[in-house]
């Protein structure tokens, strides 16, 4: 089924905590009608007055998420004070269940770890991440085989990361779930800086029409975070090869076998005045050039 761009009006008296503490966007947690869990509203940024699309792109990430088969914390649009933005409803569904982010993690792993790195980060690279997710189960999630381990499933969020150029995977934007002595990784989560969102549309333009140019910008997108300041498609190839064989193939055959309209179908609901013709035609020939860039990768990889 198409998903549909249903924004939720948030009132004052949802408020509920105004104090999340972690990451960099104004945002608050809300409680909503219906739901038990809480949501965590973030507000879409602004630049010279102009509201960048940070709100349709976690939200149309969220959906090739599904449609890749990566657990990915649900999203709905949401307005506040006529203020665009998304909200995201917590990952944690019991008192008992704790977020531990990914530079936790990795210092628990190796006590060198510098937990607060903010860019490029000698100790974080996947082969890292693999080690200090030893034991770490995969999500509890319908939509990954229960074979997959925690990293198996990392990887695919790389992948995902890789597709939809997105380039915010720091070590604070994965986690994973403990619960008493379980820890699973936690579905992936904060994927506003995607497809291009910060470009205006001139930009857009210019790169559609110019095969070489637009190349070039995808070639461009690099982690700011992994040791290397590897391409986006390079650190995915290189997760993938440190996963179990069944992960890479399960990977790889679910970014091969995503349908053309069904991509299609989530860019097309979002709404007109949310999101230019340009942003749109811009996200699709994107996401179907770095497809193809993903799976020529590892094919190179795989054969040499
Ligand atoms: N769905 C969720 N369930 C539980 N916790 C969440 C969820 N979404 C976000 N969080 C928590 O809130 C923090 C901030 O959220 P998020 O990473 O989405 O915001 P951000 O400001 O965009 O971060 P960044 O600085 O990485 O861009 C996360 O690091 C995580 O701890
Ligand atoms: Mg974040």
């Not at 976690?58 to 307005?79: D, K, M, N, Q, Y």
């Not at 974080?124 to 034991?135: E, H, I, Q, S």
């Not at 995808?218 to 590897?230: M, N, Q, T, V, W």
Request: charged residues 30%; aromatic residues 8%.
């Amino acid at each position: 089924m198409s998903p549909s761009w249903n924004p939720v009006q948030i009132k004052r008296e949802e408020f509920e905590r105004a104090d999340e503490p972690m990451g960099t966007k104004e945002k608050f947690w809300v409680k909503l009608p219906d739901d038990d869990r809480l949501w965590l509203f973030k507000l879409a940024r602004e630049r010279d007055g102009v509201v960048r699309g940070e709100d349709w792109a976690e939200w149309i990430v969220h959906h090739l998420a599904i449609l890749l088969g990566v657990p990915s914390a649900a999203v709905r649009p949401a307005l506040w004070k006529g203020r665009r933005g998304i909200v995201s409803r917590s990952m944690l569904r019991s008192r008992s269940e704790e977020l531990v982010h990914g530079n936790s993690v990795l210092f628990g792993h190796d006590s060198g770890y510098d937990q607060q790195a903010k860019r490029e980060n000698p100790n974080y690279t996947p082969a890292t991440v693999r080690d200090a997710l030893r034991g770490v189960l995969g999500p509890d999630s319908d939509a990954v085989p229960a074979a997959l381990s925690g990293y198996d499933v990392w990887t695919g969020y790389l992948v995902l990361d890789a597709w939809t150029a997105g380039r915010d995977r720091h070590h604070e934007n994965w986690a994973l779930i403990r619960t008493g002595g379980e820890r699973r990784l936690a579905p992936s989560f904060d994927h506003g800086n995607a497809l291009g969102f910060a470009e205006n549309d001139e930009r857009r333009t210019v790169l559609l029409a110019d095969g070489g140019k637009l190349e070039h910008w995808l070639d461009k997108g690099k982690s700011h975070y992994f040791a290397g300041r590897p391409s986006l498609v390079e650190l995915a190839v290189q997760a993938l090869m440190l996963a179990s064989p069944v992960a890479s193939e399960h990977w790889i055959e679910r970014l091969k076998a995503v349908a053309e309209q069904d991509v299609q179908a989530v860019i097309d609901a979002v709404p007109s005045e949310v999101m230019s013709e340009a942003s749109r035609r811009f996200a699709i020939r994107l996401l179907e050039a770095n497809r193809r860039r993903v799976l020529h990768g590892y094919q190179v990889v795989q054969s040499g």
